[in-house]
């Protein structure tokens, strides 16, 4: 085989592999835990958007919703919760701004802030907890693996960036803990679960990837995700006003790594700037960090894996984005302190994820 061709074939199979990954590990893992909150794509860099190009920045405002109050122990939905009005239903809006700069053809650098507007409450307590505030901060650097000059029918972005707790991990709510509708006021200040807090309270490292290969001129295979691995230990902040003396790895908040996948197909509508997509999403929190300086304290580790369309409609350097997620699948896994104590918490999911984001590129 001549090596022009030897060279060809080995691209596209390294270019299917990526974007294949997710699909072919779904068959035995998922997507979407509460507290995953990875860095979402800002359009792919196909005809329907095109790659940004050398000395071009692009801004992409994003929003994620979602209501998680299905209570699940590993795969197995707790319907009682509901039928027992003890639901703890999480309300998350988070709104990011992104900012990419193309320096090369083939490297970029970007900078990732979210804005988190968050609610808890039990179903049936008319105690509610709130939040907002500035999340916590992602700097990186991306680069294709080959020249998109020279290379256009698909390519794989790889990118290393930077985990910075700019968060608040510690926001307090002060609420009335008599809840029995008569007598005085009982006032006292807690913090808020760690699933609203807009900060985790370390740093991290990010690896993430994007691919794509254009399969036809009505097909585009794409893939990408990935891996925030935290500094692990706790971050110091106390779950409740008192310590306790039997569970002491859960008296403070994990500080925990989080992943995401995503794979999917793109087809043009035949209206002129507009795509679909469609692909399954799996997101979620380990049990276990990557790099375990220690795996103490509390964390919800889980995934759920979804699946959904989506629409692309891009204009004159400007792109609307918007999916639906249905969650397929859900599983709470067993954390590090349920191991020690022989037990198993749970977590609350939610049915759907929505997303839809803005981009401008100048």
Known sequence: MPATRRSSVLRRSVLFFFAALPLLTLSAW????ILARSPEQSGLPTEQGGLLQAGHFQVTIAERHQFSYQH?????YQ???????????????LVTVNLTYQITPRISAEIDVPWLFASRKEQSSPIKYNSTGVGDTIIGVNSWLWNPSHVTRGNVSLGLGLYIPTGNDDVTNTIDSNTSGSGPAVTETVPVDYSIQPGSGGWGGVLQWMAYS???TNLTVYSDGDYI???GGTNGVARGATLSTTTPLENYDAIADQYLLEAGLEVPTGVRGLAATVGPRWEGVPAYNLFPVS????RRPGYAVSVGPGIEYTWHGNILAGNLFDAVHRD?????PDSVYHTHGDAAFAQYLWLASYTHRF
Do not use: K, L, W
């Open 72 to 76: 699940f122990v590993g795969d197995v």
């Open 332 to 336: 709470r896994t067993s954390s590090y």
């Open 295 to 298: 795996n103490d304290g509390f």
């Open 79 to 93: 319907e009682y919760r509901a039928q027992d009005r003890t639901q703890v239903e999480n309300r998350i809006n």
């Open 30 to 33: 998922g997507q979407g835990c």
């Open 214 to 216: 254009r399969m036809s």
């Open 229 to 231: 691995a935290m500094q």
